[in-house]
């Protein structure tokens, strides 16, 4: 699933006549670096949900060998629904297990591969994070990260206090669809109501379980937040 129904306001005026996921990184989309990453890597479809000019990511140039399944929130719903809310509504449009990330990362190198998918779905986790090295506009992390006695490491949530490092989430993971039924998620199946929640409070009770893995990605990864990034991208 890509996330692409986000209003971009960091990006303005940019993203006032174009959807963020559209915006240009070295003549190519963002949507497009991510749709030909996920084909290459064995997917045949990907879910991608919409509110701002879905329109225009609709009418996108398609990618050979995927096919696209839409969410449009804003059409259904008025607005983007939040990550997990959208996740939720999505759900239908699913597998058992699945990738997520947000359509407004850079990241060129990254391999959504076979055997990634294979070693989390033998494993019995709910979900396994991407995290990167914190950038400027993140210097505090996200989240830890703990080596496991057995298994893949552990994705851990600090405490403010705690002296741990912390990573930045680099919005890229596997999911089992468990996670965003109950207990651990309450929305109904299909978010009929259209309720909005953001996923950090599921990653992060699940990660209270120890029920989330995850792994340090090193290689090019930029979140296209705003302008400055996007000219500093394309210079």
């Keep these: 699933?890509?996330?692409?129904?986000?209003?971009?306001?960091?990006?303005?005026?940019?993203?006032?006549?174009?959807?963020k996921p559209l915006l240009k990184v070295r003549d190519k989309s963002l949507l497009q670096w991510h749709l030909e990453a996920l084909?290459?890597?064995?997917?045949?479809?990907?879910?991608?949900?919409?509110?701002?000019?879905?329109?225009?990511?609709?009418?996108?140039?398609?990618v050979s060998g995927l096919t696209l399944l839409y969410s449009h929130e804003g059409h259904d719903f008025g607005g983007a629904l939040e990550t997990a809310g959208g996740i939720v509504?999505?759900?239908?449009?699913?597998?058992?297990?699945?990738?997520?990330?947000?359509?407004?990362?850079?990241?060129?190198?990254?391999?959504?591969?076979?055997?990634?998918?294979?070693?989390?779905?033998?494993?019995?986790?709910?979900?396994?994070?991407?995290?990167?090295?914190?950038?400027?506009?993140?210097?505090?992390?996200?989240?830890?990260?703990?080596?496991a006695p057995r298994g893949p490491a552990l994705a851990l949530n600090l405490a403010k206090d705690d002296p741990r490092p912390r990573h930045t989430f680099s919005t890229i993971g596997l999911y089992r669809r468990a996670l965003f039924e109950p207990p651990w998620c309450e929305i109904p199946a299909g978010n009929p109501q259209?309720?909005?929640?953001?996923?950090?409070?599921?990653?992060?009770?699940?990660?209270?379980?120890?029920?989330?893995?995850?792994?340090?990605y090193p290689g090019p990864w930029t979140d296209v937040g705003t302008p400055q990034r996007l000219a500093e991208l394309n210079a």
């Excluded at 986000?6 to 006032?16: A, F, H, N």
């Excluded at 509504?89 to 190198?109: C, M, N, Q």
Aim: overall charge negative; some cysteine; proline content about 7%.
């Design 1 to 19: 699933m890509l996330l692409a129904a986000g209003r971009g306001e960091r990006m303005r005026p940019l993203t006032d006549t174009c959807p």
């Design 39 to 62: 084909q290459r890597g064995g997917c045949q479809q990907v879910a991608v949900n919409t509110d701002w000019l879905a329109e225009q990511i609709v009418q996108a140039a398609p």
């Design 89 to 147: 509504r999505a759900l239908p449009l699913l597998g058992e297990v699945f990738w997520v990330l947000a359509a407004d990362v850079y990241t060129p190198g990254f391999e959504f591969s076979q055997e990634a998918l294979a070693r989390f779905t033998a494993t019995d986790k709910l979900a396994h994070l991407w995290l990167v090295p914190n950038p400027a506009h993140n210097p505090g992390g996200d989240f830890g990260l703990q080596a």
């Design 194 to 216: 259209g309720l909005k929640a953001s996923l950090a409070p599921l990653l992060r009770r699940a990660m209270d379980n120890q029920q989330v893995s995850a792994e340090l």
